[in-house]
């Protein structure tokens, strides 16, 4: 039996877009992979995600939490997600609280440049490389690059943040 996944309702928020993934890895832990997008006309700073993991009967079995790697979100502007809890024997379908964020700043104008994606099969994994250009006008640091993987359908089955090797970039 499915799971099935639920999203936040659309609206003039922070929300979860409907195209989120689960799977369970060899370690037993439950992996939600998915995107969150501004709907604001403001930027937003840090978004928070819950998800509540529900029995057929609806209760609460687990809770897992997470932050969004892509720390500064323009107005219209969406970041990938993930979420791992150990896998409860006992849930059947999954919904999200609605995200919790700060407004602030807009974020710095970065761009990347360059992209690659290679995957090696050999580990499994994929890894990804590129440059970051800043088009700020000031020195920005920890600046933190975000890649998401998609499946056939264009559903995010990955997501990873890591910050960009430099002290900061001018």
Known sequence: DTPTPTSTPSSDTVRVLPNHTHYVDGEGALHIVGEVENGTDDPVYRVGLTVQLLSSDGDVV????????????????????????????????????????????????????????????????????GEVRNDHGARVKGVTAVGTLYNDCGDPVGCQGAYVLSIGLD
Not at 67 to 90: K, M, N, W, Y
Not at 98 to 114: D, R
């Open 62 to 129: 687990d809770t897992g939490h997470g932050v969004a790697p892509l720390q500064h979100l323009a107005a219209g502007e969406r970041t990938c997600f993930h979420i791992s809890v150990q896998d409860p024997a006992d849930w059947s379908s999954y919904a999200f609280d609605p995200p919790s964020y700060s407004t602030g700043a807009p974020p710095p104008a970065l761009s990347v440049v360059s992209d690659t994606g290679t995957y090696v099969p050999v580990t499994g994994w994929y890894l990804l490389g």
